[in-house]
């Protein structure tokens, strides 16, 4: 799809649930969130961003990059709120490599970090979820309908490997680090899950933990896709589906999404005053590495 058009996809797919649910379920999950789910919003953001900056900087100091671990923080917060205020969201990780390879005068070097520290993110992402429907098998058939755009952000981070690949990405300098990363990147993912449990909790949701946790994997996974708008989309979607395939609601389901989407914005608002407080003093473009590198970037959703 063209990447001009992966926006507009996001986009139709919102129409169509509101087409199909009305506004009942984007009113009520307006109606959830309160001051304490806001607080507890911000306080789960902070700590899945610093996780998430470290893991950055560890992948960063590998391949020989300076990154103080407070710029890491406000750099990584800037970049979710970018990434929840523009299409695709993507384009706060495209800001937030080539500011740090123009940094380091190294911007190839910038896009390569940040490939892949996300990419080690998803990697957990995908191990978490086959671990928890080879522990409960019987909800695959359940959630047929609403896997098939699992399956598709699969294609979406294999794609990002290959292009990796074809631009020399060697990950040699990191393997050392995989520990670090993987415990960082299980923090993180942890953080984001109790985020959605707690949306689901507030979206009247009472389905037990065991039931809910793949079904928040799933909805983790397809937000890779980059025919979002602002992580908004395939997630409302997917959730919307799996939820009436397992019985506890389309509309419960597309409700819990939209509270999640809420919360999550919230959580990623400290990024607008690291936008603005931002150093403006960076060192001049390189604009042939800008064209040769972001393009890595550029298939990966949030």
């Known amino acids: 799809m063209a990447r001009g058009l992966r926006p507009l996809a996001g986009l139709g797919i919102l129409a169509a649930l509101l087409w199909w649910h009305s506004t009942s379920a984007f009113t009520a999950a307006l109606r959830a969130v309160d001051a304490p789910s806001i607080a507890l919003a911000l306080g789960i953001g902070l700590a899945t961003t610093v996780l998430s900056a470290a893991r950055w900087r560890a992948v960063a100091r590998r391949l020989g990059l300076h990154l103080p671990l407070r710029r890491a923080v406000a750099d990584y917060y800037r970049s979710q709120f970018l990434n929840a205020v523009l ?17 380091e005068r190294d911007v190839a070097g910038g896009v390569r970090a940040v490939v892949l520290e996300r990419a080690a993110g998803q990697a957990v992402l995908l191990t978490a979820g086959a671990a928890v429907l080879l522990a409960r098998p019987s909800l695959l058939p359940a959630l047929g309908p609403a896997v098939v755009p699992g399956l598709a952000a699969l294609g979406v981070l294999a794609g990002v490997l290959v292009v990796a690949r074809r631009r020399s990405f060697d990950v040699r300098p990191v393997l050392d680090a995989w520990p670090l990363v993987t415990a960082l990147s299980a923090g993180a993912l942890a953080g984001h899950v109790t985020l959605f449990l707690v949306a689901a909790r507030l979206a009247g949701a009472t389905a037990p933990l065991a039931d809910l946790v793949p079904l928040v994997l799933l909805a983790l996974l397809v937000m890779a896709l980059p025919i979002n708008i602002g992580g908004w ?70």
Do not use: K, N
Request: glycine share 14%; charged share 20%; proline share 8%.
């Open 233 to 302: 989309g395939p997630r409302e979607a997917v959730l919307s589906l799996a939820f009436g395939a397992a019985g506890l609601g389309a509309e419960r389901g597309l409700t819990v999404a939209v509270v999640y989407g809420v919360l999550a914005f919230v959580a990623s608002l400290p990024g607008a005053l690291a936008l603005l407080l931002q150093d403006r003093q960076a060192p001049p473009e390189r604009p042939d590495q800008v064209r040769e590198d972001v393009p890595a970037l550029a298939g990966r959703g949030q």
């Open 87 to 103: 299409p695709a969201g993507v384009l706060g990780d495209v800001h937030r490599a080539v500011s740090h390879g123009h940094r």
